[in-house]
């Protein structure tokens, strides 16, 4: 073994091929029907194209020899049941014996039929790279999984979500002696609801989501969104108006996310981490670029160095661009990997011309309402929270 690797973090990355099968049908963000004059299209929103683009760019580029590549095993119910009802559970459960599958519930998220064998095999590898990270296996870990997962509340699941893949592996996690206190940020263009709803009275569980004002769910994501009960001050909303790209996305994180790590003192941080946020996506309006997820990507690493020993772990969320996917994503794996991976942003000159390098005003505004009202409010108490 070289010295350079030593000197290198170990990282692990997961992908399962049926992540590639999740089958969401041939509508668009709803089914198609012609009495509504909604057509078949070629491919649903959330199809796994991007996904898989993303796997096998990495596969080809010259990070794949320094990755240590883990192997998910599906949930099992006793897992997926410390997020979710049992409701919920058996409602998924039917929708997927369906002979042509269902619907997560909200009309717009089909799924095939058998779609639970995946669903699970989704959450549970969200458990493997936890697992991997607490086992020291590897210093961190990225698993990029589908379908995504935090919209899925705990009796509820929407969004093109079945199962809350971070929150299913952060609950197995705090089952472990070692683990008192984990955070979740989730930069996913849409507001995490489910993971706030999970969590919200939880004070074991720091729940920040940096996301679109008012994209999706529209009724969700709100700054006075805080908790409630021995949780309250344990949920962190940063709503961003559209436009947003990488210098207020880095500001978000600098001025409100990092102080918020700073005073819960995580045992484990968990990045919910959503593509959606990047030019191009169809279903964000925000300026994120390659650069930019890199950039934050670094923050979080240096966040987890000094309060939790470096344990830091990527559960995929959503992300729609099969172009940019793939590139914003490899972007990420070479700061966690701190390693070239041999290609450069092949998208870099369409998108760079566009970037914003300074912060408006009314960007300025959302990012100090949403600090003030997190840190002012009342204190949180929550670093002495089961310590």
């Given amino acids: 073994m070289t010295t350079d690797n030593l000197d290198k973090p170990r990282v692990g990355f997961l992908w399962e ?3 590639g099968w999740h089958d969401t049908g041939s ?4 089914p198609s029907d012609p009495a509504r004059g909604l057509q078949p299209v ?10 898989r683009r993303l796997n096998e760019i990495i596969q080809v580029s010259d990070l794949r020899q320094h990755l240590t590549h883990l192997q998910a095993t599906p949930a099992t119910e006793e897992q997926i049941l410390r997020a979710h009802t049992k409701r919920h559970y058996d409602y998924i459960v039917s929708q997927s014996e369906l002979p042509k599958g269902g619907d997560c519930g909200d009309g717009g998220s089909p799924f095939g039929h058998n779609a639970l064998q995946i669903a699970q095999l989704s959450a549970g590898g969200a458990i ?6 607490l086992d020291g296996e590897v210093d961190r870990a990225y698993a990029l999984i589908n379908p995504p997962g935090h919209h899925a509340e705990r009796d509820r ?3 093109f979500c079945l199962f809350n893949n971070s929150s299913v592996a ?8 070692e683990v008192s206190k984990v955070a979740i940020i989730d930069w996913d263009v849409h507001h995490g609801n489910g993971t ?4 919200w009275e939880d004070p074991r569980v720091l729940t920040v989501s940096i996301h679109q004002d008012r994209n999706f769910p529209v009724d969700s994501g709100f700054i006075e969104e805080r908790g409630a009960g021995e949780g309250l001050g344990a949920n962190f909303n940063i709503p961003l108006p559209p436009g947003a790209g990488n210098e207020v996305y880095l500001a978000a994180i600098k001025e409100s996310v990092i102080p918020a790590l700073e005073e819960f003192q995580p045992d484990l941080i968990v990045v919910a981490t959503g593509y959606d946020a990047a030019m191009m996506d169809p279903l964000g309006r925000m300026m994120v670029t390659t650069e930019g997820y890199r950039e934050m990507t670094d923050l979080m690493i240096g966040a987890a160095k000094r309060l939790c020993a470096g344990k830091l772990v990527f559960i995929q969320e959503g992300g729609y661009c099969q172009y940019y996917v793939p590139f914003c994503g490899l972007a990420t794996m070479e700061s966690l990997t701190e390693r070239s991976a041999g290609f450069d942003d092949a998208y870099a000159s369409i998108v760079d011309g566009q970037i914003r390098t300074e912060i408006t005003a009314e960007q300025r505004e959302h990012l100090d309402r949403a600090r003030e009202a997190y840190f002012s409010e009342a204190s949180t108490g929550l670093g002495e929270v089961a310590s």
């Fill in 157 to 159: 699941s929407l969004g």
């Fill in 196 to 199: 706030q709803d999970i969590w």
């Fill in 27 to 30: 509508g668009g963000d709803e």
């Fill in 128 to 133: 493997t790279a936890v697992n991997s990270v």
């Fill in 170 to 177: 952060v609950a197995d996690a705090l089952e472990r002696p």
């Fill in 42 to 51: 070629n491919r649903h929103f959330s199809a796994p194209g991007p996904k």
């Fill in 17 to 19: 091929t049926l992540y």
